[in-house]
């Protein structure tokens, strides 16, 4: 069979999976675990859309009845699960072609499932993401602005909560085209700094294309 499970809803089932788990910890009544995995359950399934049954039969959680099968149905799951396209060194160079000296990161590492390509490069403190919508790849230049390492603050793209740097203030350059001609400005985000984290975690994408049409002007 196929790949059918795109990688962030692959995160989004293993989501649903730590709630599980801890109705698995925390009861001992059996039909509160048992109405806690067919509503999540159903919640999965909602994430989908057009699966033939033997897909669902694949992610199917309700024959989970162990917390220590949760690993097991996730590595089985991870078989179906598919990233981004690989992208090549000269698809980047298009991509962020503003940019004077192009740090590209080792593409080797695209083999992981990601969502996104992200990296940052410390000596121009910048962060570079490129993600592909219907085909077309798309980038984000974005300056790292200094921040308080002691405050915490919450990634836009996995909602993750950071401290101590974990998730860093960005800044990309949106265009935007106002009475004809192309214009810039700035925006203010904070995504995860450690990229490989911030992919295993993101469970939606949404949020993520709608910064990147911003910033690239697409309405
Ligand atoms: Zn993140």
């Known amino acids: 069979m196929n790949s059918f499970i795109e990688k962030h809803r692959y995160n989004y089932i293993k989501k649903c999976l730590q709630n599980l788990n801890s109705a698995f910890r925390t009861s001992v009544d059996e039909n509160i675990i048992n109405v806690t995995k067919a509503h999540l359950n159903e919640k999965i399934l909602s994430a989908f859309e057009n699966l033939t049954e033997d897909e669902k039969e694949i992610i199917d959680i309700t024959k989970i009845s162990d917390p220590l099968h949760i690993d097991t149905y996730l590595s089985r799951l991870d078989k179906y699960t598919f990233g981004m ?31 996104y390509l992200g990296w940052t490069d410390n000596s121009t403190r910048k962060m570079f993401i490129a993600y592909d919508i219907d085909g077309v790849l798309l980038g984000m230049t974005c300056r790292i602005i200094s921040q308080k390492n002691t405050n915490s603050y919450v990634c836009a793209l996995c909602n993750y909560v950071g401290r101590d740097g974990e998730v860093i203030s960005v800044s990309p350059v949106c265009k935007t085209r106002e009475s ?40």
């Open 180 to 219: 004809g001609r192309d214009t810039y400005k700035s925006i203010g985000i904070s995504i995860c700094k450690n990229s490989d984290e911030c992919n295993s975690r993101i469970s939606s994408i949404e949020r993520l294309e709608d910064i990147l049409k911003t910033v690239n002007g697409i309405e």
């Open 85 to 115: 396209k690989s992208v090549t060194k000269s698809q980047l160079l298009k991509v962020f072609k503003k940019e004077k000296k192009l740090h590209i990161p080792d593409l080797e590492t695209l083999e992981a499932k990601k969502v």
